[in-house]
């Protein structure tokens, strides 16, 4: 591993343990469970394997090729810029341009398919904004990363750029009570975010901003009333299953029903509790036998 991507992997770790205790200590919504349902997939499916495999299938075998094809890293067209204004500029723009597809996702009924899985969790916490389609995700790290190669950015932006959305995605799923003020008008934060995943009509299409609160308010989308949602997720159900969440966007289907036509379905749905038990279970032995504070750490690593 690099020194950057050590850095900035360590940073992140502490990020998550602080937003953890603040969530402990200030929950905006109170006895929400740490291991909450859909953790073991948020973590281990959504947030290492499914990341893990996209960030090869984005790197090396779209952005790079794409280079060797157009050379166009070797033009250098932002390489002269001072690294933070490289990030600056590509946070921005990559910014505005997630606000309107995060908009259009919510007007297409297609692109809705690719992004209702995030919005299925009812129980919305640091590690809920893991939950994104792959095809969500394959669109949009593109988009974001290819502009950093091609341009030929120092190649220290990709591990900031990466470290700062993460950064920002725990932080505004984060069931942390902010009171963040007038900065709520510039920033991104929670206290409206938490609503964009509320089950209530008025704000399916409003709050679409995910770093800069900015877009919501200048575009006439935003929503911030002072109170807190009564309803979280979908208001329809959605399968709880990694694989099966992915097929449903492609096929509509009841769980139930299928699983009565495939008998193999039917028993990797009843392997699939066991199995998050026992994770779950080693999780808190290995958490007990530790000291408390290291519970933070046995969740992220
Ligand atoms: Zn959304
Ligand atoms: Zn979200």
Do not use: C
Request: net charge positive; proline share 5%.
């Amino acid at each position: 591993m690099k020194q950057v991507e050590i850095i900035t992997t360590a940073m992140l770790l502490g990020w998550v343990a602080v937003v953890i205790l603040l969530e402990r200590r200030f929950p905006y919504r109170k006895g929400l469970p740490f291991f909450r349902e859909g953790f073991w997939t948020d973590l281990v499916l959504y947030t290492f394997v499914q990341s893990y495999l996209l960030k090869i299938i984005i790197f090396d075998y779209i952005i790079q090729p794409l280079d060797q094809h157009f050379a166009l890293s070797r033009l250098h067209l932002v390489t002269a810029w001072p690294v933070w204004v490289q990030v600056l500029f590509f946070l921005v723009t990559h910014d505005f341009y997630i606000y309107w597809f995060h908009r259009w996702q919510h007007h297409s009924p297609v692109l809705w398919r690719t992004h209702e899985a995030h919005h299925s969790g009812k129980q919305v916490d640091w590690l809920a904004g893991s939950r994104s389609h792959a095809v969500e995700i394959l669109i949009n790290q593109t988009i974001e990363f290819a502009p950093i190669v091609l341009l030929g950015a120092d190649p220290v932006v990709v591990p900031i750029k990466a470290l700062i959305d993460a950064v920002w995605g725990i932080y505004i799923h984060a069931n942390i009570d902010v009171k963040s003020g007038r900065l709520q008008y510039f920033f991104n934060g929670p206290e409206m975010h938490l609503w964009h995943h509320a089950d209530h009509q008025e704000v399916f299409h409003a709050n679409f901003s995910t770093k800069f609160a900015v877009w919501d308010w200048l575009f006439g989308t935003a929503y911030f009333p002072g109170h807190k949602p009564r309803k979280w997720g979908l208001y329809y159900a959605f399968p709880k299953d990694y694989f099966l969440q992915h097929v449903f966007s492609v096929k509509r289907f009841d769980e139930r029903q299928l699983g009565r036509r495939f008998p193999l379905l039917r028993r990797y749905n009843l392997l699939r509790p066991i199995l998050w038990r026992r994770l779950r279970g080693l999780a808190k032995r290995r958490s007990a036998a530790q000291a408390p504070s290291v519970l933070a750490d046995s969740s992220a690593a």
